[in-house]
């Protein structure tokens, strides 16, 4: 077949296509809308979340995480086996909480949340949510998933409400890790909170827990950026990197003093606050303003992602 052949032929199942198109479209027109089942949008959920959890890029974003807290713990033991304090001073430079962590191994779990919510956590979540949108149209299965009455604005529901599951299992697997492997190599008790009162283990293990739902809260706002960036463009590569450089745009942002103006209102701003939890009476201040400031992201950017995809035209 010559080359002009070949382009006809490239024509002809070209108008094939557009005519089906065409009259699925009047098929869609006619017939009576179905009713929305809440079951249906269950499904969607649990296939989304099923597809992303399977996926060994994200087993091995969980399993990075889960990393820090063991060779954070086996530094910490090693400096203090070899006589160097793990205070503030020489041997005690690092993340918060690094300190009390020879004391208490409780406070491993602390301290690897405040070394992995600037940069792992946040990156982790970059990834999944970066890619929720464009790694699908980048694959060609983007169109097949709305040919099913799932509707766009469900659908992105859908993929929203699975990277803030993911916030929430990677913040568990860091404090899970942590929380092992400060039992293992460190001793455990009472917990001496930031105010210098003392509370019992169990009271501890609670204020762990909800630090980490805080924690994973923390990223609500992250999240929906990530989201509309995926909702730019059709490759999830562009759309990860582009999540990604933003993060660290901002964060280098939030650090320069001469910009202090803007830093209230930059979403890693407050994202340490979490330790305020460890206070006796616990201090709510920035806590509140951190999930008002995330509050504020999820809806502009979650709006802007709702917009953006209700109308574009989805072609892979």
């Known amino acids: 077949m010559s080359r002009a052949e070949q382009v006809r032929a490239e024509e002809v199942r070209a108008e094939e296509v557009r005519a089906e198109q065409v009259r699925a479209e009047e098929v869609r027109e006619e017939a009576p809308p179905l009713p929305r089942n809440p079951l249906w949008t269950l499904g969607i959920l649990r296939s989304e979340l099923t597809t992303t959890l399977r996926r060994w890029r994200t087993l091995a974003l969980l399993g990075v995480l889960a990393a820090v807290p063991v060779l954070i713990g086996i530094a910490v033991r090693i400096e203090t086996a070899n006589g160097s304090p793990a205070g503030p001073g020489e041997g005690g430079a690092g993340p918060a909480f690094l300190s009390q962590v020879t004391n208490n191994g409780?406070?491993?779990?602390?301290?690897?949340?405040?070394a992995t919510l600037p940069v792992f956590l946040p990156m982790a979540v970059g990834v999944i949510a970066g890619d929720s949108v464009a790694g699908e149209a980048n694959a060609g299965t983007l169109r097949y998933l709305l040919v099913a009455p799932a509707g766009r604005t469900r659908l992105l529901l859908a993929k929203y409400a699975t990277t803030m599951a993911f916030c929430l299992l990677a913040t568990l697997v860091v404090a899970a890790s942590a929380l092992a492997v400060g039992a293992l190599l460190f001793p455990v008790g009472?917990?001496?909170t930031i105010s210098g009162t003392r509370i019992g283990f169990g009271e501890g293990l609670v204020r762990a827990a909800v630090i980490a739902v805080a924690v994973a809260a923390s990223l609500i706002g992250f999240a929906a950026l990530g989201l509309f960036v995926s909702t730019l463009t059709n490759s999830g590569i562009a759309a990860m990197a582009a999540t990604v450089g933003v993060l660290i745009?901002?964060?280098i942002l939030d650090t320069i003093?001469?910009?202090?103006?803007?830093?209230?209102?930059l979403f890693p701003h407050y994202w340490l606050s979490f330790a305020d939890l460890l206070r006796a009476p616990v201090y709510w201040d920035d806590l509140l303003k951190n999930l008002e400031l995330q509050g504020l992201y999820a809806a502009v950017f979650g709006s802007a992602a709702w917009a953006r995809f209700t109308a574009k035209d989805i072609t892979a």
């Open 190 to 192: 009472d917990v001496t």
């Open 106 to 114: 409780l406070f491993l779990v602390f301290a690897s949340l405040a």
């Open 249 to 251: 745009t901002v964060q």
């Open 257 to 265: 003093p001469q910009l202090h103006g803007i830093h209230p209102y």
